[in-house]
């Protein structure tokens, strides 16, 4: 007995030599009205011989039947959620990044503290600058004021002596006036003398370089004898990054702009350390970048040891979600000039048959699709061997 397949390809043969000798065809419209026709008439043979095919089967009792079976699995269809997620690829950074420089001007490394990579807090000494000129200028001022205090003690002696003389009628009016004006400008001059020194000592406190942040040695480009300027050229020579406040950007295509929004729900996946973390939009920036019509959208993560500053994201935007929808692998999905469909294996007396089912389509996400007419929970779907059989043929279940 012939197959259906070896009928479908004599008559499609058969098909194509008649309609190759007959007129040709001069316009678009009709060799597309000739292509219809042809194709209604091959699927109205098509299922002719499927009907046949199936009563040759009932009429059949020799068992011979069976040979014709096809070999299939398949899957009781189930109701799960299904969600549909935008995937995008974004990195990590922190809110606080701190590039440390010298308050009063560079200087010479004497000293380092820590190397690239330690955790420091703020207030911690990280590198201390050459102080020995300020100590020096230091030195220089405290004898000054030591010699005018001892200057206005001596003046102050003699003003007070200078005015029991004059009190008496004893000396001159100048020689009174001279010594009030000596003690008043030595105090002057031991008032600026005080002020320079808390020049020094704030210049010869600036001479050590402190954290101004909590957080890791993220660069270190300095090395002693080196002068530490904060920049050398263009390039950081000490950055602090705060791992306190860390958060994860990315750029979203404008055609997005619409579905990601601030509180959209986000799934962030960081790859080198194999972490999963859930949550939602923060911000997202208000303007279109015009070099690449994109947009940025933050996310805000708590504190991780593990996760470092510019580590590589893959995140995952909740676009859709339906609770209780139709999923099947999307592989199973067929489609012929009426739409999309599947096969579904009914029981039929005490045959299986493969039965053709028209479907509708929802959201497709990965290897699943949402199914939102066509299918009903438990139906078995043909989940293999899908590919070759018709509607109506004899099947015969994989065992699992």
Request: aromatic fraction near 6%; hydrophobic fraction near 40%; charged fraction near 20%.
């Amino acid at each position: 007995m012939l197959s259906i397949k070896n009928i479908l390809t004599i008559l499609t043969a058969t098909t194509l030599l008649a309609s190759c000798g007959g007129k040709k065809e001069n316009s678009l419209a009709e060799k597309k009205a000739l292509l219809e026709k042809l194709t209604n008439e091959h699927n109205a043979t098509a299922d002719k011989m499927a009907k046949l095919q199936l009563e040759i089967a009932s009429l059949d009792s020799s068992g011979s039947d069976m040979s014709t079976a096809k070999l299939v699995g398949i899957t009781p269809v189930a109701v799960q959620s299904f969600a549909h997620y935008i995937d995008l690829q974004g990195s990590v950074t922190s809110d606080n990044v701190s590039y440390v420089s010298p308050r009063l001007g560079p200087g010479q490394v004497a000293a380092i503290y820590v190397k690239k990579g330690d955790a420091v807090k703020k207030g911690q000494a990280l590198l201390k600058l050459d102080d020995a000129i300020v100590k020096q200028s230091y030195s220089v001022a405290q004898k000054n004021i030591e010699t005018l205090k001892s200057q206005l003690n001596f003046a102050k002696d003699l003003y007070q002596r200078q005015g029991n003389l004059w009190k008496e009628g004893i000396g001159t009016e100048v020689q009174y006036i001279s010594a009030k004006n000596n003690v008043q400008s030595l105090e002057k001059q031991l008032s600026a003398s005080e002020e320079q020194v808390k020049v020094v000592q704030e210049q010869l406190k600036a001479t050590t370089i402190y954290a101004d942040v909590t957080g890791v040695v993220d660069d270190l480009n300095v090395r002693v004898g080196e002068i530490f300027a904060g920049l050398a050229g263009v390039t950081p020579q000490i950055k602090l990054v705060s791992s306190s406040a860390l958060k994860v950007i990315t750029q979203v295509p404008e055609s997005y702009s619409g579905k990601i929004k601030p509180g959209s729900k986000v799934l962030i996946n960081l790859p080198d350390i194999n972490k999963n973390i859930s949550g939602t939009v923060a911000t997202t920036s208000r303007t279109i970048n015009p070099n690449n019509r994109s947009f940025d959208a933050e996310v805000k993560i708590a504190f991780d040891a593990a996760i470092r500053p510019n580590q590589l994201a893959q995140l995952k935007f909740q676009d859709y979600e339906a609770l209780n929808a139709v999923v099947i692998s999307v592989n199973t999905v067929q489609t012929d000039e009426k739409g999309k469909y599947v096969f579904i294996a009914v029981q039929e007396g005490n045959k299986m048959i493969a039965r053709k089912r028209t479907i509708t389509v929802g959201e497709l996400y990965g290897q699943l699709i949402e199914i939102k007419s066509g299918l009903q929970k438990e139906e078995q779907l043909v989940t293999e061997g899908y590919q070759n059989i018709y509607d109506g043929q004899l099947l015969t279940v994989l065992k699992k």
